[in-house]
């Protein structure tokens, strides 16, 4: 005879299924062209992934359907709108052809105990890695991707749990798996990048059969390599996941915690993502309090909800909902497997949550609801007014191999108060660009192409170190220099941020090529000056920035590795002027910023107009506001007025999060 929550979770159901049809008719999920769309309209996702206060993920065999229900009340009460469930595989598919039905059933419970508090669930159902266990069934090995054996009982892993949940109206959309390059880089599953391309569709297309009406998407663990590539990852799903951990990263072996590459390297994965052309999800990020205290967690997660949402996400979802019980300890399989050496956790594991194991809010907690009210207030109808800043990506599968590269230009540029996009250098330059970025490296011959229409057509494009578009600057990177530490420049010439007899220094150990001319189809501003004792210029030194006419554009080429020289400097941000080398290549704005520390967005819709600024340090930091117009100021969540003008001078807390009413009457 069944139990009584066995006959309470058949009784919702009941009710459930004969709503069904009204109930997904009034919330058709879809993807937009930047925000998945929900009954037509862009919406933003307000996430968690969800570790249950008791029980861990181990709750499906350790059922206990209060506790769920007290965690998703509290969870509501927060303004969360979305979790990501994790169930553990081997609970669900203990052997190939054997399914845990009561197990899936519990799965189905779950969702509709979020649903009923509107909150719409995720599963990702692939999960044999999380939280640095493995726990994929027993009958799986290395040979997960290829083995056509395996892959036919994940398929139909896949569909019967699918299928199981197509009619509850609470599912959102479905996760491949919980970081599944993990499972290859740490379980050892090995496969070529081609056979795992090939494994991704036939598990995409498992979940259609078992789901049509859902869409699927793939969350992969804090980079795209060249297994895993974002183009490939893409064909296999509906909109991007991604997931961004400085400590991960390893960006914080560059920056402190509130530093210009550990908070800006969340908006970089963004914008790498943003290259397939799909909504992308910030599916995964967060900071533990091993790491820092409750407070600066919660001055961590506004900063960086609002600098995703401002930058284009579809949603912003937090690792993860509840603290672990440090009690806790991860039972074995049956067959004796331990998941986890004694059963627990890396001690940054335990203390992620919103929440901690009794329901109590954190202060993070209670600033994700603040940001949720507000930015729900603000809506999604927005259009940018900055200029459109393009990073070229280098031909190649892996991402992580030019990580800290192309992060250090992507930090440059939004120094720069410009709104900062990848491109794949075989890719036509979009006709929004402004100015288009090659950091460091040469892009292949038949892929020039698109750079050279993009220059003759009138576009401006800056490359360091390597030289591919002006013919007249021969450069030979086979022999290179290496200059003082730090490097000191003297400017040739007035342009942009750059004054006319003035010097700057870069913070870098930085490497010069060597450079000849045939002729004078060019000219110089800046040189690297190793005796500047005044601001003369003098012949003294090396060309460091060359500009070239092609066309009706300009090519800007400095014979410096700008931008990988910084990957040898621990948060150089103070000290380091690299960033006026980009400040030569964007034209001017309406209205800008001068602090190259603060995040920087201007916004319209039909009835508004609104500027953003984020401070991504953790100390005060001054800024003057300029506009064209005569301009008045209104602080949109504390009515600071700041009467009409053309330039404002702000002073930002730690972190701070200021949004701005720009009102031109």
């Known amino acids: 005879m069944k139990n009584l929550i066995e006959i309470k979770a058949l009784l919702i159901l009941i009710v459930l299924l004969s709503t069904n049809d009204a109930i997904v008719a009034q919330s058709k999920l879809e993807v937009g062209s930047k925000y998945l769309m929900l009954n037509g309209r862009p919406t933003f996702v307000n996430g968690a992934n969800y570790i249950p206060s008791k029980g861990w993920l181990q709750i499906l065999d350790n059922w206990n359907a209060k506790a769920v229900e007290q965690d998703m009340d509290s969870l509501q009460g927060i303004g969360i709108d979305f979790i990501r469930f994790m169930p553990l595989w081997y609970l669900t598919q203990p052997e190939k052809n054997k399914f845990d039905q009561h197990k899936i059933e519990r799965l189905n419970e779950i969702i509709n105990i979020a649903g009923m508090r509107g909150i719409l669930v995720q599963p990702s159902l692939i999960t044999g890695f999380v939280s640095m266990g493995l726990f994929y069934p027993s009958w799986i090995n290395k040979d997960m991707f290829i083995n056509p054996s395996q892959i036919d ?94 400590y991960f990263h390893n960006t914080i072996l560059d920056d402190p915690w ?22 992308v999800l910030m599916q995964e990020t967060g900071i533990s309090n091993t790491w820092m205290d409750q407070l ?50 890396d001690p940054l594991e335990y203390e992620m949550g919103l929440l901690d194991v009794n329901n109590n809010r954190y202060p993070a907690g209670q600033a994700f609801k603040q ?11 927005w259009a940018d007014q900055m200029p459109v800043c393009y990073i070229v990506a280098p031909e190649t599968a892996s991402f992580n191999n030019y990580f800290r590269r192309i992060l250090n230009a992507y930090v440059l540029a939004k120094q720069n108060h410009v709104d900062v996009r990848f491109l794949h250098q075989g890719s036509e330059v979009p006709a929004d660009a402004s100015f288009v ?29 390597y030289n591919d578009f002006a013919p007249d600057i021969y450069v030979s990177t086979d022999i290179s220099s290496n200059l003082e530490h730090p490097a000191q420049l003297t400017i040739e010439k007035h342009i942009a941020n750059l004054n006319q007899l003035e010097k700057f220094q870069l913070a870098g150990h930085v490497k010069r090529a060597e450079v000849s001319s045939y002729s004078w189809n060019f000219e110089y501003l800046l040189k690297v000056c190793p005796e500047c004792s005044n601001h003369s210029i003098s012949d003294k030194g090396e060309v460091a920035l060359y500009t070239s006419k092609i066309g009706k554009g300009v090519f800007y080429y400095t014979p410096l ?16 002027q690299s960033s006026l080398f980009y400040s030569i290549l964007k034209p001017e704005q309406d209205i800008d910023i001068d602090s190259k520390f603060i995040e920087f967005y201007h916004k319209i819709n039909d009835k508004s107009e609104i500027i953003i600024l984020i401070n991504h340090t953790n100390s005060f930091q001054e800024t003057a506001i300029s506009s064209k117009a005569l301009i008045s100021l209104k602080g949109m969540r504390t009515d600071d007025y700041l009467a009409k003008a053309k330039e404002f001078q702000l002073k930002l807390k730690p972190a701070q999060v200021l949004f701005l009413q720009v009102n031109r009457n």
Request: with cysteine; proline share 5%; net charge neutral.
């Open 153 to 246: 009982g994940e398929v139909q892993m896949i569909k019967t749990i699918t299928k199981s949940l197509s009619r509850n109206p609470y599912v959102h959309s479905y996760d491949f798996g919980n970081e599944l390059n993990a499972l290859r880089g740490v379980a050892g599953c090995n496969a070529r990048p081609d056979q795992i391309k090939t494994w991704m569709t036939n598990i995409y297309n498992a979940f259609k059969e078992g789901d049509p009406s859902r869409m699927v998407t793939n969350g992969i663990g804090t980079g795209y390599d060249q297994f895993f590539p974002i183009e490939n990852i893409a064909q296999a799903c509906d909109y991007m996941s991604a997931h961004s951990y400085p």
């Open 258 to 279: 509130f530093g210009l590459r550990t908070t800006y390297s969340t908006n970089l994965i963004i914008a790498w993502a943003k290259m397939t052309g799909t909504p």
């Open 296 to 345: 600066l967690r919660a001055k961590y997660l506004e900063m960086s909800y609002f600098s995703c949402w401002a930058d284009g996400a579809t949603g912003f979802v937090w690792w993860c909902s509840h603290d672990i019980d440090s009690t806790f300890r991860v039972k074995p399989a049956k067959d004796g497997r331990p998941f986890l050496p004694n059963g627990k956790f």
């Open 371 to 381: 940001c949720i009210d507000f930015s729900t207030k603000l809506g999604l109808e």
């Open 437 to 465: 970025i090659v950091p460091g490296f040469s892009i292949g011959a038949e892929n020039r192409t698109y750079i050279n229409k993009y220059l003759i057509n009138g576009g401006t494009v800056y490359q360091s170190f």
């Open 561 to 576: 590795n700008v931008e990988e020289s910084l990957c040898d400097t621990y948060n150089p941000w103070n000290d380091d």
